[in-house]
């Protein structure tokens, strides 16, 4: 079984969209460091995707450290170091700019903008005022 859900959207990679989903289970807590991860063989007969995609995703998130094999267990969450609050701020900087840009585009301004995160972070377990490391979740770099 699948640890987290993917919707599926046209016009997406289905490589990215499957990191996505992974990368909002462990920050949300969905999954924790040591949790298995699905193997390759799971990932594909269970989302009904080529397994070389499951294969790219699983080497992807490996790659970047969110997960770690580990002999005679197999893939597992890993546990990352706790990164600065700078450090954290700066991998998101791509990502605001883009919201930023498509939020001017539809005309939404910067209130609705701030509400509109406020819901979603308390939607996947933040505290409203205070960062993952107030929460007692860690910081985890997410990309």
């Given at each position: ?19 996505y ?25 269970e ?94 770099d997410?990309?």
């Amino acid at each position: 079984m699948i640890p987290f859900r993917v919707d599926f959207r046209p016009g997406l990679s289905l490589h990215e969209q499957v990191v996505y989903a992974a990368k909002k289970a462990m920050i949300s807590g969905q999954m924790r460091p040591g949790d298995p991860f699905p193997s390759v063989r799971v990932l594909s007969k269970e989302l009904k995707i080529n397994p070389n995609t499951a294969h790219k995703v699983v080497t992807y998130l490996v790659t970047t450290g969110l997960l770690e094999s580990r002999p005679g267990i197999g893939t597992v969450v890993a546990t990352l170091p706790e990164a600065s609050k700078a450090e954290r701020t700066q991998l998101l900087g791509r990502e605001i700019e883009q919201l930023v840009v498509e939020a001017k585009k539809l005309g939404i301004g910067l209130e609705d903008i701030l509400t509109s995160i406020s819901a979603h972070w308390k939607r996947l377990g933040g505290s409203p005022g205070g960062s993952r490391a107030e929460s007692g979740r860690g910081g985890r770099d997410t990309r």
